[in-house]
Nanobody, 124 residues
Framework: QVQLVESGGGLVQPGGSLRLSCAAS????????MGWYRQAPGKERELVAR???????NYADPVKGRFTISRDNAKNTVYLQMASLKPEDTAVYYCKANIVYGSTWRPEGQLDYWGQGTQVTVSS
């Protein structure tokens, strides 16, 4: 009853930029933290960046200074602006959100939700 839908992945040359979006929809009462994770072939899924409901952010060391996470609370959407992309950024990127679900006026529970993933390939 809650969905996260990502968009914006693709193929980009080293040094290029991409912007990922992730929109949450469904029976949402409120959204706490939202974040982006990535998983490269043969590797564990890892945190890329996270943003709280109040806008505080934290980033993984490999992406600091190159990636920017932001959110639009009115649209229930989180973004990841990626710049100066490197081949080692190649991975499937997933968004995750901690969501209080329920009706507009009554919360019913709280869960972590994941998007389906979007492929980002950095290659010349």
């Amino acid at each position: 009853q809650v969905q996260l839908v990502e968009s914006g992945g693709g193929l980009v040359q080293p040094g290029g930029s991409l912007r990922l979006s992730c929109a949450a929809s469904g029976r949402i009462f409120s959204i706490n933290s939202m974040g982006w994770y990535r998983q490269a072939p043969g590797k564990e899924r890892e945190l890329v960046a996270r943003i709280t409901a109040g806008g505080s952010t934290n980033y993984a060391d490999p992406v600091k200074g190159r990636f920017t996470i932001s959110r639009d609370n009115a649209k229930n959407t989180v973004y990841l602006q990626m710049a100066s992309l490197k081949p080692e950024d190649t991975a499937v990127y997933y968004c995750k959100a901690n969501i209080v679900y329920g009706s507009t006026w009554r919360p019913e529970g709280q869960l972590d939700y994941w998007g389906q993933g979007t492929q980002v390939t950095v290659s010349s």
